[in-house]
């Protein structure tokens, strides 16, 4: 069975060892450090979006549960609270 998957697990390998975390490296070299973790913190929101939209796999509640999470605290992070003195 590992030889008649052989191309698949050449093909994951390379494309995300390989390929992924290169460009990773290079966008991170460009970019501010936060931004950078925030990106690559929404890095299972991206998995689970691109397995619904191009493997047409179905989410579980639980999971789109969690993703609505990781992205609302996200979106949190970002919003500029002011204190205000009284």
Known sequence: NIIS???SILFAGIMS???AYTLQIV???HSQPTEAAIILSLESVF???GCVLILGDA???VSFIGCVLIFSG???SQLDFKTTNM
């Open 74 to 76: 996200i979106l949190l």
């Open 17 to 19: 060892s390989g390929v």
């Open 27 to 29: 966008g991170q070299k």
């Open 5 to 7: 998957a052989g191309v």
């Open 59 to 61: 989410i579980s509640v």
């Open 47 to 49: 998995c689970c979006v």
